[in-house]
C-alpha cells in the first residue's frame, strides 16, 4: 500500500539531490526523491522510508517490479568480477543463451541479434544493418511524433520534441504523417528521389515518447506493402513496447506484420538489433565493446523472458491492461486507450499534464507525461487488479482536485 | 602462471561457439574461447580450463583485473534489484558518489558529468554539448586514424577503418593530419568556411584502435590554440586512454592542455561527458534512460577510483609501462612506444600483426591487433613485473618463429 511519511521531498533526500545538482550535468528530475533500492513488487521506498506505487516501471525497464524472486536468484549466482566483458570480441556464454531464448519469441526466421548496451545502440545498430547494403541511400524516413533514441543517429530520426534535436548535427530525413496518410505521403517521396535513396522507414506501432499514439491498421498494412514493394527495409522500433507489454511478445504482432528488422531493450535489460541472419553485414561493419558481455544484465533478461513465459504474463498485460482503461474510461479525461499494458490518457493542456503527475506523486503513485497533455500508465507485469484499484482512486481523486 | 592444457579452442568452448554462430549477426571473434568468468589478478580461465595472461584487459575496461577484493565487496553489496534504474528520472544516490569522486580527479572547473552506458554514448553527449550552444555548426572536424566509437555520430568522426562505416548516414565531418601540420590544416578550413560552422574539433591524445599512435606535443599545442583563439570546442576523448592509464588521470595531462569537454569509459564501468557546468544546455537538452541508474556499475566505478589512488597505480603505470617498452625495445619490432601503460610495437604488415596476435592466444598471452599493423599491450594496472616478464618471454618466442 502506499504510505507517505513526510513532506516531499524528504529530509534525506533532499540533502542528496541539492548536491545532485551541483555535479550532474543538464540535470533535469521529473520527481524530487531518492530510490532506496527497497521496494517488492509493484511498490518501492525511497530513502525517507515513503513507500510509493510504481505505474511508471522505471520507464518501462522493470517487466517483473522491484525484487522478483526470480532475478534475486540470478543475482545471486554473479559473485565474480567483472560484471561486464568486451562481449564481442572476447565471448561468453551468457550471450548465447540470452540469444537462444529470444529465438523462441521472434518471429520466424528472425533469429539473429546484435547485442548493445542500451535502446538508443538498438536502433543505431537496425539503422547500420539497414543501410549497409544501400550505397545509394541519401536519407531515413521516420514519423511525426517519434521518439528513437539521443544518440546522433537515432535523434535524426526522433521528432518528438525540438527541445531534444535543437542545434545538433544530424543525418538527413523525412517526415512521413502517423495517420491513414502516411502510405501517400511515402509514395511521393519514392517518386521525387528514387526508392534507393531511401535508407529505410522506421516506427514504433504505438509511439512511446511521443505520446502513446497507438498506429492505426490501414497505415501500418499500406506503409509495410510500399516498403516490400519497393525494397526499403521497414524498421519496428520496440524498444518501449516490445518484450511483451502490448499483450504480444512485440507491439508489430497486433498488427499482422513482420518487419525487416527491430529493435528491443528495456524490459530486456540489455539492447539488441533483431534480424534476419542474412541481413547482417560482414564481421566488423557492427561494433560495440560491451556488446554481449553484461553478463548480469543478459541472465536478468533471460530470466525475465522465461518467467514471462511461465507465468501467462502476455494475456495477462492484455487483462490489465484493458481493465484499467475501462476504469479511466469512467473518468472525465480524454481518450482512454491501451495496447495491453500501455496504457495513457490525455489532458485538456500541457499544464494540466505536468499537475496531475505531479499531484500523482504527491500522493504516492508515480506515473510519467508523454508528449504533450499525454500521461501514460506502465505498471510493471504482476501488477494485480488490487493495484490498479489502488492507482485509480489516486488518479480519480487527483482529477476531482483540479 | 598461463597454463594451456586443451588445444585451442578447447571442447567446451568449441561446442559453444558453433552455437552462437548460430545466433549472433554479424558474428566475429578475434580469439575462439568462452570465458568462464574464473580468474585472478591479470590471469583468467576459459571454460575448458585453461589459464591466460591478460594483456587486453577486456579492451580496457578491467583496470583492476579478474576478481579484485574491492570489488566483490562492492558486488556483495548489491543484493536487491533491479541493477539498473531509470537513472535520468528516477535519481539514485550511487550516481552522486560517483560524481563527487570524479571531481577529485578531472581539472579544475570540469566537475559536472552527464553518465550514459557506454563510450560511444559518452562521444555522442560530447558532441550534443559543444554544439548545442553553435546554430550555425554545419561539420565536426577529427583526425585521420582516430576511432570514436560506433554510433552515428561518434561513427562519423571515426576515421581508422573504411570497414566500420561504409555506406552508412553519417554526419558531415572533416580530417586533419594527426601531425604537426594538423594546426594549418585547421587554420585552412576556418580560413575557407568560417570558426561558427566548426561545430568542434575531437581526438585521442593516445590513438587507441587507429594504432596506439601518440600525439605530438607541437600537434596539440597549436591545435589547442587555435580552437581557443577561434572559439571552436575542443573535446578530448578519453574513453580508451582515460581513468589513468597514460600514468596521469587523463591522456591530456600528459600534454598540458585541457579539453573544453572529455568523454571517459571503459576503465570507469560507465560512461560520462564530462565539462564545467556552465557548458552543459538546458534541462532534457541530454537523456539516456539508464544513464546514472547502473548502480553497480557506478559504484564499481567509484571503488576503481579510490583503488587507483590508494594503491599509487598511476605511478605504478608509467614505471611498468616503461619496464615494459624498455623490453620490447631489445626485441625485432618496429616502433616500441607507450605513454604510461597503453603501449605497442609494430610489425612489418598486416599479415604478421594477425600471426603475431594469434601465436600469443596459442601461447596463452591475449594481446590485441591495433590500426594495420600494431600489437598493443595493455595489461591491467595492478600487473606486476614477474607477469610482464612472463609476457615478454611470449613474445619473443613467438616472434622468433617466424
Same mark, same amino acid.
Given at each position: 500500500?502506499?504510505? !507517505?511519511? &513526510?513532506?516531499?521531498? %524528504?529530509?534525506?533526500?533532499?540533502?542528496? #539531490? *541539492?548536491? =545532485? +545538482?551541483? /555535479?550532474?550535468?543538464?540535470?533535469?528530475?521529473?520527481?524530487?526523491?531518492?530510490?532506496?533500492?527497497?521496494?517488492?513488487?509493484?511498490?518501492?521506498?525511497?530513502?525517507?522510508?515513503?513507500?510509493?506505487?510504481?505505474?511508471?516501471?522505471? !520507464?518501462? &525497464?522493470?517487466?517483473? %517490479?522491484?525484487?522478483?524472486?526470480?532475478? #534475486? *536468484?540470478? =543475482? +545471486?549466482? /554473479?559473485?565474480?568480477?567483472?560484471?561486464?566483458?568486451?562481449?564481442?570480441?572476447?565471448?561468453?556464454?551468457?550471450?548465447?543463451?540470452?540469444?537462444?531464448?529470444?529465438?523462441?519469441?521472434?518471429?520466424?526466421?528472425?533469429?539473429?541479434?546484435?547485442?548493445?548496451?542500451?535502446?538508443?545502440?538498438?536502433?543505431?545498430?537496425?539503422? *547500420?544493418?539497414?543501410?549497409?547494403?544501400?550505397?545509394?541511400?541519401?536519407?531515413?524516413?521516420?514519423?511525426?511524433?517519434?521518439?528513437?533514441?539521443?544518440?546522433?543517429?537515432?535523434?535524426?530520426?526522433?521528432?518528438?520534441?525540438?527541445?531534444?534535436?535543437?542545434?545538433?548535427?544530424?543525418?538527413?530525413?523525412?517526415?512521413?504523417?502517423?495517420?491513414?496518410?502516411?502510405?501517400?505521403?511515402?509514395?511521393?517521396?519514392?517518386?521525387?528521389?528514387?526508392?534507393?535513396?531511401?535508407?529505410?522507414?522506421?516506427?514504433?506501432?504505438?509511439?512511446?515518447?511521443?505520446?502513446?499514439?497507438?498506429?492505426?491498421?490501414?497505415?501500418?498494412?499500406?506503409?509495410?506493402?510500399?516498403?516490400?514493394?519497393?525494397?526499403?527495409?521497414?524498421?519496428?522500433?520496440?524498444?518501449?513496447?516490445?518484450?511483451?507489454?502490448?499483450?504480444?511478445?512485440?507491439?508489430?504482432?497486433?498488427?499482422?506484420?513482420?518487419?525487416?528488422?527491430?529493435?528491443?531493450?528495456?524490459?530486456?535489460?540489455?539492447?539488441?538489433?533483431?534480424?534476419?541472419?542474412?541481413?547482417?553485414?560482414?564481421?566488423?561493419?557492427?561494433?560495440?565493446?560491451?556488446?554481449?558481455?553484461?553478463?548480469?544484465?543478459?541472465?536478468?533478461?533471460?530470466?525475465?523472458?522465461?518467467?514471462?513465459?511461465?507465468?501467462?504474463?502476455?494475456?495477462?498485460?492484455?487483462?490489465?491492461?484493458?481493465?484499467?482503461?475501462?476504469?479511466?474510461?469512467?473518468?472525465?479525461?480524454?481518450?482512454?486507450?491501451?495496447?495491453?499494458?500501455?496504457?495513457?490518457?490525455?489532458?485538456?493542456?500541457?499544464?494540466?499534464?505536468?499537475?496531475?503527475?505531479?499531484?500523482?506523486?504527491?500522493?504516492?503513485?508515480?506515473?510519467?507525461?508523454?508528449?504533450?497533455?499525454?500521461?501514460?500508465?506502465?505498471?510493471?507485469?504482476?501488477?494485480?487488479?488490487?493495484?490498479?484499484?489502488?492507482?485509480?482512486?489516486?488518479?480519480?481523486?487527483?482529477?476531482?482536485?483540479?
Amino acid at each position: 500500500m502506499i504510505n !507517505i511519511k &513526510t513532506k516531499l521531498p %524528504g529530509n534525506k533526500s533532499q540533502h542528496i #539531490l *541539492k548536491k =545532485l +545538482k551541483r /555535479y550532474a550535468g543538464c540535470y533535469c528530475h521529473v520527481y524530487p526523491f531518492i530510490h532506496s533500492h527497497k521496494g517488492k513488487g509493484c511498490y518501492f521506498q525511497d530513502i525517507d522510508n515513503n513507500t510509493f506505487l510504481d505505474f511508471a516501471s522505471q !520507464i518501462a &525497464t522493470l517487466p517483473l %517490479g522491484y525484487n522478483h524472486p526470480n532475478l #534475486l *536468484k540470478v =543475482l +545471486k549466482k /554473479y559473485n565474480s568480477t567483472p560484471i561486464k566483458y568486451a562481449g564481442s570480441d572476447f565471448l561468453v556464454e551468457e550471450s548465447l543463451n540470452l540469444m537462444e531464448e529470444l529465438a523462441t519469441i521472434t518471429p520466424k526466421g528472425m533469429n539473429a541479434d546484435f547485442l548493445v548496451n542500451s535502446g538508443a545502440e538498438a536502433v543505431e545498430n537496425c539503422i *547500420k544493418i539497414a543501410t549497409r547494403s544501400r550505397p545509394n541511400s541519401k536519407f531515413a524516413i521516420s514519423f511525426e511524433g517519434s521518439f528513437h533514441g539521443r544518440t546522433t543517429g537515432s535523434l535524426s530520426l526522433t521528432k518528438s520534441k525540438k527541445l531534444y534535436s535543437k542545434n545538433y548535427l544530424k543525418i538527413p530525413t523525412k517526415t512521413l504523417p502517423f495517420n491513414d496518410s502516411a502510405a501517400d505521403e511515402l509514395k511521393k517521396i519514392i517518386k521525387k528521389s528514387s526508392a534507393k535513396e531511401v535508407g529505410f522507414v522506421i516506427l514504433e506501432h504505438v509511439q512511446g515518447e511521443g505520446g502513446y499514439r497507438i498506429a492505426s491498421k490501414y497505415m501500418v498494412k499500406t506503409v509495410r506493402k510500399i516498403c516490400s514493394h519497393n525494397n526499403i527495409p521497414y524498421i519496428a522500433d520496440e524498444v518501449q513496447s516490445g518484450m511483451g507489454r502490448t499483450g504480444k511478445w512485440w507491439a508489430f504482432q497486433n498488427f499482422n506484420i513482420t518487419p525487416d528488422i527491430f529493435s528491443t531493450a528495456k524490459a530486456l535489460q540489455v539492447g539488441a538489433a533483431v534480424s534476419s541472419g542474412k541481413n547482417f553485414p560482414e564481421p566488423g561493419a557492427l561494433g560495440s565493446t560491451w556488446g554481449g558481455g553484461s553478463v548480469l544484465d543478459m541472465a536478468m533478461g533471460l530470466e525475465i523472458i522465461k518467467t514471462i513465459k511461465r507465468n501467462n504474463l502476455l494475456s495477462k498485460n492484455k487483462a490489465h491492461g484493458d481493465y484499467l482503461t475501462r476504469q479511466l474510461a469512467q473518468l472525465d479525461i480524454k481518450n482512454p486507450r491501451n495496447l495491453g499494458l500501455m496504457v495513457a490518457f490525455d489532458l485538456s493542456s500541457h499544464k494540466e499534464q505536468l499537475r496531475i503527475a505531479k499531484s500523482c506523486f504527491k500522493n504516492g503513485l508515480i506515473v510519467l507525461p508523454a508528449g504533450l497533455n499525454s500521461i501514460r500508465l506502465i505498471p510493471p507485469y504482476i501488477v494485480t487488479k488490487r493495484e490498479i484499484n489502488e492507482a485509480m482512486s489516486v488518479i480519480e481523486r487527483v482529477l476531482k482536485a483540479s
